[in-house]
């Protein structure tokens, strides 16, 4: 059964840090992995997807990161505004259902 | 742009009440998804379904639910007899397929169903 772990769970920061969300998976055998942002009561909008023949992705202020062999992906936000206040999840797809981490809730400053 | 998307916005109803929810996948789109969020918790899985036929199921997908593509845009979930534990936000989900893998999975807005 494929586990997905999001650290930090939570994390407060002034804006225009550089950061950097963390997921793990437990089953290296995945198709690809991706990354949403969730606002509070609304729905998921996709940020970046990896496949897994691929080592990043980048799409704005964005990077996407994936070790396949050692079951990690990281996001790298730049310069962080206060608009990218929210939780970011990371879901994972192989030959098993699609499995999400429980998130990181961004809080970002002014 | 092309989005997925979902009715109603919210749905009440009663315990051990039949709910059918809507979703209308971006049309290009060839595998589609349920999932649910009990509020405050992750998002968990539910039923994807792919040439007309459910491709894979979670434990949480028991007889009392069920999926259907009644015809060429709508793809529905309908839980047959509500409990207070159904009670959560489901969201559809479509993408279209590279080779044989799905990609990019595209989320609708979400219902939210509250039952009581």
């Known amino acids: 059964k494929q586990e997905v772990t999001q650290i930090p769970a939570a994390l407060s920061v002034p804006e225009g840090e550089n950061l950097v969300l963390n997921c793990s998976f437990t089953?290296?055998?995945?198709?690809?992995l991706q990354w949403f942002r969730q606002d509070p009561g609304k729905g998921l909008t996709s940020l970046l997807l990896?496949?897994?023949?691929?080592r990043e992705q980048t799409s704005g202020r964005l990077n996407a990161s994936l070790d396949k062999s050692s079951g990690r992906s990281t996001l790298y936000i730049a310069a962080s505004q206060p608009g990218d206040s929210a939780t970011y999840l990371c879901?994972?797809?192989?030959?098993?259902?699609?499995?999400f981490g429980r998130g990181t809730s961004l809080i970002v400053h002014p | 742009e092309p989005e997925v998307t979902q009715t109603p916005s919210h749905q009440v109803t009663q315990m051990g009440q039949e709910v059918i929810l809507r979703c209308v996948p971006i049309?290009?789109?060839?595998?589609f998804y349920w999932y649910r969020q009990i509020l405050g918790q992750k998002v968990e899985f539910l039923v994807s379904?792919?040439?007309?036929?459910?491709?894979?199921k979670s434990e949480i997908f028991d007889d009392q639910f069920s999926v259907e593509r009644p015809d060429g845009s709508n793809f529905t979930l309908k839980i047959r007899s509500t409990k207070l534990e159904d009670s959560a936000m489901y969201f559809c989900?479509?993408?279209?397929?590279?080779?044989?893998?799905?990609?990019?999975?595209?989320f609708g807005p979400g219902t939210r169903l509250t039952v009581t």
């Open positions: 989900a479509s993408t279209r397929m590279q080779g044989n893998a799905p990609t990019e999975q595209y």
């Open positions: 089953d290296s055998a995945i198709y690809n």
């Open positions: 990896i496949q897994s023949s691929q």
């Open positions: 879901a994972v797809r192989g030959s098993y259902i699609p499995t």
């Open positions: 049309s290009n789109h060839l595998y």
């Open positions: 379904f792919y040439n007309n036929e459910i491709s894979e």
